[in-house]
């Protein structure tokens, strides 16, 4: 079946569009067009064993048996229908289309009303049965020969794909949520498998395939569709969970009406109740929501970080609370299938991510820590960026992280970064905030660099070189060193350190502290190079007024605090014989992973500030893959005489412009 056929039977389910034209906003037709399209499909494909099931039904009948295995036997798929009636004979009796409707719909097995039920279609069957538009709605679709002699099950998914998009185009403002631009996921799918390529062509191979943030489907029918296209005879099979509760519809729908089973597309959150359990998978791919909080999920999320530690999903670490990204990554890593001692298993997980999981998070956060988790695990085999403006509902960079646990020999302790961010064609009509798509030179484009990628990096004479660098793993780490300078101070009694003085707590708390500060008030103008001397001075004050000197170390440092004023020149302050540290002057600074951070002290710090010293207590290990930084160019600017030479010209222009229209 070509492509035309595709797009004449989705037109002519889209056609219905026609009928709801009025009673519906265009946003709203894919909540009818759609269930019902998978509402005749399910009954053409059904059609062939209607007999049996019935027979098979009647045998039953009366006994306390549950027969669901014997319809499914009957039926030869993994759902069935119990009703005699067809959508023909709904639509022959307008009178009591809704009631017929609603008994067929009930009369499907469980997995089959459960993806209805997520539709909320039968609130759509009273609004089009009280516009009295239900009976020909439905006479459209049972003119719509979607039988699979007619239609295989692979060329039923282009079309149900081609009105989830006009579904997707029509909510414009929410498409972005549950569709990803196709040829998106064409690169994305590309760079996930092709390395496999030769692996799947083997004769009885069999691939499964995840997408925890699964929308409807989409990723899961491309990497389907790519690895049948190396091996036609290979066994795929397609897992996904998915949130939302229409996307989901969408997802399960697909997979009935490609004869996959519906059951491996879960409902529910991946972070709190994951839908797989302990599965692991061949492949794994997602583009999760861009900065999504999981402020919901908190509570589960956070027990599995402190409870179950390794056991579990999150030990690497949490993410900040407002974009659980990196939390979608966690839980992928978690379902690779592991490496035997051969060489042999393993997987392979592509993601697409805004910039923020790249650099986010100082040393020592969770993002940070989740970075250098992946990274020491030898995980990351490639970013890629990718152009702006690219997805339906954000205009911002995007990225494709590449993992995997079986790397090949000349990736191993490596990472590649790839730069695709001008592979771009600018579309003839923007949708939404997409405005440029990869075009087919384009994927083959990157796809080929990325193979290549690491002769690429080492040959300069290479085409693109430019755009493709190798880094090692450690490359990546840095040591966030805290850098420390000695409090200086010198010591005067002013009206501001008075003031200071009077507000300190250790000093209103004492019984007479208006003496006490009138006494020091005496010493008004003096100043103190020295500690010491300072305090000796203020003592002899106080005692001369009749007044007792406090004891006690909060007070004294009080003192110090409130009559000491920073002086570069100052005296040094010490705690137990060792300079006290100024909080004032703390610097930090990131020392590249491997390097000696006292020759680094020496080296860039001394010549600026002798005195400084780096607190080891309070050093981190810290990961970020500064990607923009990498790939920066320097562009000197222009000449101002180029410039000076262009302004000259553009005020003549203007000149002349005000010439006509004052002539």
Not at 538 to 548: M, R
Not at 593 to 599: I, K, N, Q
Request: hydrophobic share 40%; net charge negative.
């Amino acid at each position: 079946m070509n492509s035309s056929k595709h797009t004449e039977l989705a037109n002519h389910a889209w056609s219905v569009a026609d009928l709801l034209r009025g009673d519906y906003r265009q946003s709203d037709y894919g909540k009818v067009i759609l269930p019902l399209t998978v509402l005749r499909r399910l009954e053409c494909v059904l059609e062939p064993t209607r007999e049996k099931v019935t027979e098979t039904v009647a045998r039953f009948q009366g006994q306390d048996l549950d027969t669901d295995y014997f319809l499914r036997k009957a039926s030869g798929h993994s759902f069935y229908n119990k009703s005699d009636l067809t959508l023909r004979k709904i639509a022959a009796d307008p009178q009591n289309a809704a009631k017929n409707l609603q008994i067929y719909m009930g009369a499907f097995s469980e997995n089959a009303r459960e993806v209805l039920d997520k539709y909320e279609f039968t609130q759509q069957i009273k609004r089009l049965d009280s516009a009295d538009l239900l009976y020909k709605v439905i006479g459209k679709f049972t003119d719509l020969d979607l039988h699979p002699e007619v239609v295989p099950n692979h060329n039923m998914g282009y079309i149900f794909e081609e009105l989830i998009r006009r579904f997707a185009e029509q909510s414009n403002e929410t498409a972005g949520e549950h569709f990803t631009p196709r040829e998106v996921i064409k690169l994305m799918v590309n760079l996930l498998i092709a390395p496999d390529g030769d692996a799947l062509t083997v004769p009885g191979a069999v691939r499964t395939v995840m997408d925890p943030a699964c929308g409807t489907g989409g990723m899961l029918s491309a990497a389907e569709e790519h690895i049948r296209n190396l091996n036609p005879d290979a066994t795929v099979e397609v897992y996904g969970q998915e949130l939302n509760p229409e996307s989901w519809a969408i997802c399960r729908s697909d997979l009935m009406i490609k004869g996959q089973d519906p059951e491996h597309i879960a409902f529910g959150n991946s972070f709190s109740d994951p839908g797989h359990g302990r599965e692991k998978f061949d492949y794994l791919l997602a583009n999760p929501p861009f900065g999504v909080e999981w402020k919901k999920v908190k509570e589960e999320v956070e027990y599995e970080h402190k409870h179950l530690g390794e056991a579990g999903r999150f030990a690497a670490g949490l993410p900040r609370i407002n974009d659980g990204s990196l939390l979608f990554l966690q839980h992928m890593i978690s379902m690779m299938k592991p490496v035997d001692v051969s060489g042999g298993g393993g997987s392979r997980i592509a993601i697409v991510f805004n910039g923020s999981p790249l650099f986010t998070g100082a040393a020592g956060s969770g993002e940070s820590e989740i970075r250098r988790w992946i990274l020491e695990n030898d995980w990351l085999e490639a970013v890629v960026a990718l152009p702006d403006q690219l997805f339906y509902n954000t205009g911002i960079s995007t990225y494709f992280w590449i993992l995997t646990n079986r790397k090949a020999p000349d990736h191993k302790g490596k990472v590649v970064l790839l730069d695709a961010r001008d592979q771009w064609q600018k579309m003839r009509k923007s949708l939404g905030d997409k405005r440029k798509e990869l075009g087919k030179q384009h994927i083959a484009e990157v796809t080929r660099l990325y193979a290549e990628a690491i002769q690429v990096a080492k040959d300069p004479e290479r085409a693109l070189h430019t755009k493709v660098k190798v880094f090692d793993n450690e490359a990546f780490g840095y040591q966030r060193i805290t850098v420390e300078r000695p409090l200086k101070l010198r010591f005067e009694v002013t009206e501001e350190t008075l003031t200071a003085l009077a507000t300190a707590k250790p000093v209103q708390k004492l019984a007479e502290a208006e003496p006490f500060v009138a006494a020091v008030r005496t010493l008004l103008g003096s100043t103190w190079s020295k500690k010491s001397d300072a305090l000796v001075a203020l003592k002899d004050a106080v005692v001369a007024a009749g007044l007792l000197w406090p004891t006690g170390a909060p007070f004294t440092k009080a003192v110090r605090d409130t009559i000491g004023v920073r002086d570069p020149e100052g005296e040094v302050q010490k705690i137990k014989g060792e300079p006290e540290p100024d909080a004032d002057l703390r610097d930090y600074e990131n020392v590249p992973l491997g390097e000696d951070v006292e020759e680094y002290l020496k080296r860039e710090v001394h010549p600026h500030v002798p005195d400084a010293w780096i607190d080891h207590t309070k050093a981190k290990i810290g990961y970020e893959i500064p990607f923009t930084r990498l790939f920066y160019v320097y562009e000197p600017p222009r000449p101002l005489a180029e410039i000076d030479a262009e302004l000259r010209t553009l005020e003549a222009e203007i000149q002349a412009l005000l010439g006509e229209v004052t002539e």
